[in-house]
């Protein structure tokens, strides 16, 4: 694929980063003169210096030719018309844009722009999901030596569902012991697939918990 | 006609000046206080200090939707922004935007969005004047 990066802050230079290791054709394209001689020995022909909302800038860029645009510079107004000037001038088939206030991203999609991306609303919404996770995992039993039993519920995002016993390997220190599905215990067979709403029985040490809650 | 007027520079200032003078009612913001020392004194001229991103000045400014707003900050991509925003979230009936890049202007003239390019219009002018000595 073709795509174009516009703005080489932290997550442009580490996103054209990624896209080249990943095999793919990445113009990163940033304004800021300052930036440019360290950006141009870095990414070389990958890289373009020039204000991205300027249609001569994206002509000179292949716009016509992109598969992607990804606009991250930290001003949202330019993300935006770098995203609007890509779909109509250049008939750029997906655009992304960093929103940096998360109050824009409903604005954006309504102008046109393919996909947002809001880190404010990302951080929120991983916290929410670590303090759900947190919530999910219940004590059941305390044994000597730092050994408890959980119950975890499984959520439907979790990434055991549809995945048999088997095919799970637990954290050293963690131990499978059953599932509880609709009130009944279900003694663990290798071919049982997890399934959502599970409540997962697990015998673990102290030391392995933390490992064992990233898996679910 | 109730107007407001997005941005206290230059051009704002004096447009402002000029449409009260006409009998309208307008509505200047700007974020920089110190801007609107270009603006006449007039019973009908009123002066906004604030963010218009900021959601509860726009509601305070918006919440009766003027006749025309006009957006002439001095950002090309901050006043495309403002006008495609306020013109969808409070249903004004008329945004005009000024676009300094000539091409810009045409991309959103296309997109429907009504914009004035300074360029465009020095152009255009200097071509009728050029008509006229020749003629």
């Known amino acids: 694929m073709y795509i174009i990066v516009v703005g080489a802050g932290k997550v442009g230079s580490h996103l054209t980063k990624f896209l080249l290791s990943e095999g793919h054709e990445v113009l990163l394209i940033e304004k800021e003169k300052g930036k440019a001689q360290e950006l141009s020995t ?74 947002t991306v809001s880190a404010t609303r990302l951080i929120d919404s991983l916290i929410e999901e670590q303090v759900e996770a947190d919530d999910m995992v219940i004590p059941l039993v305390t044994l000597p030596g730092n050994v408890e039993i959980i119950e975890v519920d499984l959520s439907p995002t979790s990434g055991m569902v549809g995945r048999k016993v088997r095919e799970i390997r637990f954290p050293e220190g963690a131990h499978f012991i059953a599932m509880i599905r609709k009130e009944e215990v279900i003694v663990p ?23 064992l809650r990233e898996m679910f | 006609m109730r107007i407001v007027v997005l941005g206290a520079g230059r051009l704002g200032a004096r447009l402002a ?28 001229l009123h002066r906004i200090t604030g ?8 509601q305070a400014i918006f919440a009766t ?13 901050v006043n495309l922004m403002v006008a495609q925003a306020m013109k969808r979230q409070y249903h004004i009936p008329r945004v005009l935007v000024r676009v300094f890049d000539p091409t810009l202007a045409s991309v959103y003239a296309a997109l429907g969005i009504e914009t004035v390019c300074p360029t465009h219009f020095a152009i255009h002018e200097m071509r009728k004047m050029i008509q006229h000595t020749t003629t």
Request: one cysteine or more; a negative charge; hydrophobic letters at 40%.
């Open chain 1, 42 to 115: 870095q990414f070389q022909e990958s890289f373009l210096e020039g204000n991205g909302s300027r249609v001569s800038v994206l002509r000179e860029a292949g716009a016509n030719r992109a598969n992607v645009l990804v606009a991250v510079t930290g001003a949202d107004e330019e993300n935006l018309v770098v995203c609007q000037v890509a779909k109509s001038v250049f008939k750029c088939p997906r655009t992304i844009a960093r929103v940096n206030n998360p109050d824009n991203e409903s604005l954006f999609s309504a102008l046109g722009v393919d996909a």
């Open chain 2, 65 to 77: 939707p003027p006749d025309v707003f006009i957006v002439v900050t001095g950002k090309d991509n």
């Open chain 2, 17 to 44: 000046n000029v449409l009260v003078g006409e009998g309208h009612a307008v509505e200047v913001v700007d974020q920089d206080e110190g801007k609107f020392k270009s603006l006449d004194e007039h019973v009908n």
């Open chain 1, 189 to 211: 067979k290798m071919e049982i697939m997890f399934e959502k709403g599970d409540k997962v029985l697990v015998l673990v040490k102290k030391e392995a918990e933390q490992v």
């Open chain 2, 51 to 58: 963010n218009i991103f900021d959601a509860e000045t726009a």
